[in-house]
């Protein structure tokens, strides 16, 4: 016996990759339902072999529905995902309204497993930003081992990350560059993106952080250890697909890199590949399409004592988005709901 499975924002990148990702992994599905808003109804979206016409979010009843995955933004998730887990649908939600709600359990399976039994006060379940979702699978392993003090993270994140607008953006500008008359102005990001890059992902706060560096310090305290300090600096890349950090990690025992490596190569969600040679290393374009986030450079860091840096790349829309919400469900089913 299998579940009742709806995917709302199913025509979006987050929602398509959901429903392709139910299927690759043969999450146990009796029945599917794909929801859009009205101006998206009836678009035909992939589901396996089959093909789904999408239906009206406003028009539907989450009633005898099991699991709700969630990829509509925060406006569209406060008004419809209340509704549902009202109507005893369980809902597993990518955007960031509940993040932060100390009633709802925010979950990387590979961290923190045990949080979904949490999911009961508010029947939802949070999916981390997507930048947080890669570095936290790498760090509580070692965190496990050596114990971190603090983390410096920059990252390099895609354009994906943004939505389907600001793939079409960095394509226009991109072509703009080569052929006359086919310029392309900025309008999803505040400056150009092709053959650029932009120190500015979300609103800026008082603090001079934007909001993106704020939610990788927050989710990374709440998902894997409060005394850990985090600071960020994301930056957005012209790359489409996949999103890359560098990570000095501050321990509070020596870790030696070579046995960090041996524990990453253990821990779950986790492909190591580090060779000290042209090429030895993975890039954004290798991840993509991937589940595994992949880590690479891992080495001393001399300048300080117990001190390490590592490279990170991850497909965002799989590790950060969609992948992280089925594995959820996934240990939803594991531990609590025991069906399919």
Same mark, same amino acid.
């Given at each position: 016996?299998?579940?009742?499975?709806?995917?709302?924002?199913?025509?979006?990148?987050?929602?398509?990759?959901?429903?392709?990702?139910?299927?690759? =992994?043969?999450?146990?599905?009796?029945?599917?339902?794909? @929801?859009?808003?009205?101006?998206?109804?009836?678009?035909?979206?992939?589901?396996?072999?089959?093909?789904?016409?999408?239906?009206?979010?406003?028009?539907?009843?989450?009633?005898? !529905?099991?699991?709700?995955?969630?990829?509509?933004?925060?406006?569209?998730?406060?008004?419809?995902?209340?509704?549902?887990?009202?109507?005893?649908?369980?809902?597993?939600?990518?955007?960031?309204?509940? =993040?932060?709600?100390?009633?709802?359990? @925010?979950?990387?399976?590979?961290?923190?497993?045990?949080?979904?039994?949490?999911?009961?006060?508010?029947?939802?379940?949070?999916?981390?930003?997507?930048?947080?979702?890669?570095?936290?699978?790498?760090?509580?392993?070692?965190?496990?081992?050596?114990?971190?003090?603090?983390?410096?993270?920059?990252?390099?994140?895609?354009?994906?990350?943004?939505?389907?607008?600001?793939?079409?953006?960095? !394509?226009?500008?991109?072509?703009?560059?080569?052929?006359?008359?086919?310029?392309?102005?900025?309008?999803?990001?505040?400056?150009?993106?092709?053959?650029?890059?932009?120190?500015?992902?979300?609103?800026?706060?008082?603090?001079?952080?934007?909001?993106?560096?704020?939610?990788?310090?927050?989710?990374?305290?709440?998902?894997?250890?409060?005394?850990?300090?985090?600071?960020?600096?994301?930056?957005?890349?012209?790359?489409?697909?996949?999103?890359?950090?560098?990570?000095?990690?501050?321990?509070?025992?020596? @870790?030696?890199?070579?046995?960090? =490596?041996?524990?990453?190569?253990?821990?779950?969600?986790?492909?190591?590949?580090?060779?000290?040679?042209?090429?030895?290393?993975?890039?954004?374009?290798?991840?993509?399409?991937?589940?595994?986030?992949?880590?690479?450079?891992? =080495?001393?860091?001399?300048?300080?004592?117990?001190?390490?840096?590592? !490279?990170?790349?991850?497909?965002?829309?799989?590790?950060?988005?969609?992948?992280?919400?089925?594995?959820?469900?996934?240990?939803?089913?594991?531990?609590?709901?025991?069906?399919?």
């Amino acid at each position: 016996m299998g579940y009742k499975v709806v995917v709302c924002g199913a025509t979006g990148n987050v929602g398509r990759e959901m429903l392709n990702i139910l299927a690759e =992994r043969q999450f146990p599905v009796d029945e599917i339902a794909a @929801l859009a808003s009205r101006k998206s109804m009836g678009t035909e979206v992939s589901f396996g072999d089959k093909t789904l016409k999408t239906k009206d979010l406003e028009q539907f009843d989450f009633t005898g !529905w099991d699991i709700a995955f969630f990829a509509v933004g925060s406006e569209a998730t406060k008004k419809f995902a209340p509704m549902a887990a009202k109507a005893g649908c369980i809902v597993i939600d990518n955007s960031s309204l509940y =993040r932060y709600d100390p009633d709802v359990p @925010l979950v990387v399976p590979e961290v923190n497993p045990e949080a979904v039994e949490d999911y009961a006060k508010k029947n939802i379940i949070a999916n981390p930003n997507c930048s947080t979702a890669q570095m936290v699978v790498v760090l509580k392993p070692l965190h496990d081992r050596a114990r971190i003090k603090r983390v410096v993270v920059s990252t390099y994140q895609s354009v994906s990350g943004t939505g389907k607008e600001a793939i079409d953006e960095l !394509w226009d500008q991109t072509k703009g560059m080569y052929v006359p008359g086919q310029e392309r102005e900025p309008k999803v990001y505040p400056k150009q993106i092709a053959f650029n890059v932009i120190p500015h992902i979300d609103s800026f706060m008082d603090s001079g952080d934007t909001r993106e560096e704020w939610k990788m310090v927050a989710e990374t305290k709440k998902i894997v250890d409060p005394a850990i300090k985090v600071t960020a600096t994301c930056v957005r890349v012209p790359v489409f697909v996949g999103h890359s950090e560098a990570v000095n990690i501050e321990f509070e025992d020596f @870790l030696d890199e070579d046995e960090a =490596r041996d524990i990453l190569r253990e821990a779950p969600g986790i492909l190591v590949v580090d060779k000290r040679e042209d090429g030895g290393y993975v890039t954004p374009v290798e991840c993509v399409g991937e589940f595994a986030t992949f880590v690479s450079r891992i =080495r001393q860091d001399s300048t300080i004592e117990n001190g390490l840096n590592l !490279w990170i790349v991850s497909d965002n829309l799989r590790k950060g988005a969609a992948l992280n919400a089925v594995q959820i469900a996934e240990t939803l089913g594991a531990r609590v709901l025991k069906k399919g």
